[in-house]
T-cell receptor, first 118, second 113 residues
Framework: AQTVTQSQPEMSVQEAETVTLSCTYDTSESDYYLFWYKQPPSRQMILVIRQEAYKQQNATENRFSVNFQKAAKSFSLKISDSQLGDAAMYFCAYRNLNSASNTGKLIFGQGTTLQVKP | DTGVSQNPRHKITKRGQNVTFRCDPISEHNRLYWYRQTLGQGPEFLTYFQNEAQLEKSRLLSDRFSAERPKGSFSTLEIQRTEQGDSAMYLC???????????FGPGTRLTVL
């Protein structure tokens, strides 16, 4: 069974600084996607960034980038130039691409609450 | 608003009562998912629909839980004989068949007294 682990329950960053959120996962599959989702307080979850496992190049979306280390099964999220609006709970998620069980369901980590200090 | 909608947003019920939640996915999204999220935790998969067919159910979905998606449009999640352990946020998400992005609704927060 696949698992996702986020070992940092809480993180804080000064506005305009950079912060890195950690995520590790366990799988025996070779084809999968990894995601970071953001869940602001009392608001719905939105996708921040995604990474296909077959791609060696790390994904980047504006101020958000990932460090994908497939062999180490590590998938960290870097937020540059942090803004007050980045304050939220961040979830790392895994999706298996094995055709036999490709329902697309997501397996989430426990989440990291990010506080941004002005 | 053309996003995923869920109703009600909040539900308080007494132990032993039945509750039903509704999810309206984004139009033409043929995949629909239900997740459960307890306080301070990540969402856990409950069940998956492809159009009107329920193709996967988690072991978390006990026999008190039932989900339907008639005509492949909206979906309902019913919990019978609610228990205090059912208190959680119930999230619905939808996606297109060939997309890896799921769009989430705002959730229904259930409190069982």
């Amino acid at each position: 069974a696949q698992t996702v682990t986020q070992s940092q329950p809480e993180m804080s960053v000064q506005e305009a600084e950079t912060v890195t959120l950690s995520c590790t996962y366990d799988t025996s599959e070779s084809d999968y996607y990894l995601f970071w989702y953001k869940q602001p307080p009392s608001r719905q979850m939105i996708l921040v960034i995604r990474q296909e496992a077959y791609k060696q190049q790390n994904a980047t979306e504006n101020r958000f980038s990932v460090n994908f280390q497939k062999a180490a099964k590590s998938f960290s999220l870097k937020i540059s130039d942090s803004q007050l609006g980045d304050a939220a709970m961040y979830f790392c998620a895994y999706r298996n691409l094995n055709s036999a069980s490709n329902t697309g369901k997501l397996i989430f980590g426990q989440g990291t609450t990010l506080q941004v200090k002005p | 608003d053309t996003g995923v909608s869920q109703n009600p947003r909040h539900k308080i019920t007494k132990r032993g009562q039945n509750v039903t939640f509704r999810c309206d996915p984004i139009s033409e999204h043929n995949r629909l998912y239900w997740y459960r999220q307890t306080l301070g935790q990540g969402p856990e998969f409950l069940t998956y629909f492809q159009n009107e067919a329920q193709l996967e159910k988690s072991r978390l979905l006990s026999d008190r839980f039932s989900a339907e998606r008639p005509k492949g449009s909206f979906s309902t999640l019913e919990i019978q004989r609610t228990e205090q352990g059912d208190s959680a946020m119930y999230l619905c998400a939808s996606s297109l068949m060939n997309s890896n992005e799921q769009f989430f609704g705002p959730g229904t927060r259930l409190t069982v007294l």
